[in-house]
């Protein structure tokens, strides 16, 4: 009979476990506070278990977070950690400090089937989902590699599920670790410092709207179907009247009363004032803002990141239109723990060249 991992259980999984050993439902609090508030993996700590109880766990449980190979910490406090998912499969997640806000981004799936061709992940190809144990034993290797004390003040404040993978196809999994992340007996994380990012899964937000509604941020990255359809390839199925519709009805639940669209910034593709005109009027009925992205390059892309006065050009257009905009800051460089730059190796299934794995972060 499999060892079960208890990290694979929000709150309702482990009352579940917990009453199939015939234990009561306030057993299930008390080990996942231990497990992520404590971040204690070993049953004989959990000091108030019964003995006869740790003893059960111990025999017939595990608590096994994905092994970490390596960590890595840049001048700026930015963090990176390589986990290891198996089969020569690796995915990174990365802290970004802030002044008072502390920013994990946490990967979803080992590579990504979508081929956004801008993409370093899309270019390497779809190896596998993530177990809920992997999504969110990242942001317990986080928690304990940077020495969070439980009964301090928080160190990791934000979520954003923007790393390697669409997490909406990943959905039962991350809802799950989501939960986990949101639950006061676990993290205890505001839903608004939670986000998922989403190349445009409209069923699946659909979904996560009424599951367990957090902040969304929506990987736009085009102002019309003509060119989305061609670096955006889910934009075929799911095209931008549809997916602007579906922001609309997230934003009925949401956490926040705006949609982030993330929005990269490619040379001579997306970046032209008439796009930027066409992006206004794209979302004229989804209250939003904008972050620009600009690309960094990876080997044999194709393409090119926007010239500094072009970005600066486009962000001017939308500004007067009265939206807010950001640009994101390169952060890591010492590390290639910036966007685009993350360098976990995996084994490609699909036969594929290794690539760079390219985590989005805010």
Not at 32 to 54: C, N, Q, T, Y
Not at 73 to 100: C, Q, R, S, Y
Not at 187 to 216: F, K, N, Q
Not at 252 to 271: C, H, Q, S
Request: glycine share 6%; aromatic share 6%.
């Amino acid at each position: 009979m499999p060892i079960t991992n208890l990290l694979d259980y929000d709150l309702a999984g482990l009352t579940g476990y917990f009453a199939e050993l015939g234990e009561k439902p306030f057993r299930a609090k008390q080990v996942l506070r231990w497990i992520h508030h404590f971040g204690v993996s070993d049953f004989a700590l959990m000091s108030d278990l019964a003995k006869s109880l740790r003893d059960k766990l111990s025999a017939e449980a595990q608590i096994v977070p994905p092994q970490m190979i390596s960590e890595q910490a840049a001048a700026d406090g930015t963090h990176k950690w390589l986990l290891n998912a198996g089969e020569m499969n690796g995915v990174e997640t990365v802290f970004i400090p802030d002044g008072t806000r502390g920013t994990l981004c946490v990967s979803s799936q080992v590579g990504c089937a979508l081929e956004c061709s801008f993409c370093a992940t899309g270019r390497q190809g779809f190896n596998r989902n993530l177990s809920v144990a992997e999504i969110i034993g990242q942001l317990w290797w986080a928690n304990h590699a940077l020495g969070r004390d439980p009964k301090g003040d928080r160190i990791i404040t934000n979520v954003v599920m923007m790393g390697m993978g669409e997490p909406l196809a990943n959905y039962a999994n991350v809802v799950t670790a989501l939960n986990l992340m949101l639950d006061d007996h676990a993290y205890g994380l505001s839903r608004r410092r939670v986000t998922v990012s989403t190349s445009g899964l409209i069923p699946a937000m659909d979904r996560l709207r009424e599951d367990c509604p957090v902040a969304l941020a929506v990987s736009l990255h085009a102002p019309n179907d003509q060119i989305r359809d061609e670096i955006v390839p889910i934009n075929r199925k799911y095209p931008l009247h549809e997916l602007m519709a579906a922001c609309q009805r997230y934003l009925e639940k949401a956490p926040r009363d705006f949609i982030t669209f993330e929005y990269v910034m490619l040379d001579g593709i997306n970046d032209h004032p008439e796009h930027a005109r066409q992006l206004i009027t794209l979302v004229r009925d989804v209250p939003c803002k904008f972050n620009l992205i600009p690309f960094n390059p990876f080997p044999n892309s194709g393409y090119r990141r926007s010239r500094p006065e072009t970005i600066q050009r486009f962000r001017d257009i939308l500004i007067q239109a009265g939206h807010i905009v950001t640009q994101r800051r390169t952060r890591g460089d010492d590390i290639d723990a910036a966007c685009g730059q993350l360098a976990g190796q995996v084994q490609d299934k699909t036969q594929r060249l290794l690539r760079r794995i390219e985590v989005v972060h805010e």
